[in-house]
Nanobody, 122 residues
């Protein structure tokens, strides 16, 4: 059974930094095939896509986080990380990792983690 786990959330002051990590169990992330995305959902708001990285390495970011957040692969630990710098109060949300697993260019399914809370104090 495939599970997605996020870690690294916490409380940080505005202007600070956090690194979120996304890992899987049940199957290893195949960096050249799987698409990994980070979403967030603030209270009373819809879930929004924050950053994504495709199997080819293409990255994309929400305009509000461009220049502050970086999504990257960690081949050593088989994780995909979200480096968050210059955090703002409005970045406060539950952050979710979504993994789209593909093998031999066939999509096996979408898998979501339980989320990790990021709270930025002003």
């Amino acid at each position: 059974q495939v599970q997605v786990m996020e870690s690294g959330g916490g409380l940080v002051q505005a202007g600070g930094s956090l690194i979120l990590s996304c890992a899987t169990s049940g199957i290893r992330i195949a960096f050249t095939e799987d698409a990994i995305s980070w979403y967030r959902q603030a209270p009373g708001k819809q879930r929004e896509l924050v950053a994504s990285i495709s199997g080819s390495g293409h990255t994309d970011y929400l305009d509000a986080v461009k220049g502050r957040f970086t999504i990257s692969r960690d081949n050593t630990n088989d994780t995909v990380n979200l480096h968050m710098d210059s955090l703002k109060y409005e970045d406060t949300a539950v952050y979710y990792c979504k993994v789209v697993l593909s093998r031999a260019h066939v999509v096996l399914g979408d898998y979501w983690g339980q989320g990790t809370q990021v709270t930025v104090s002003s």
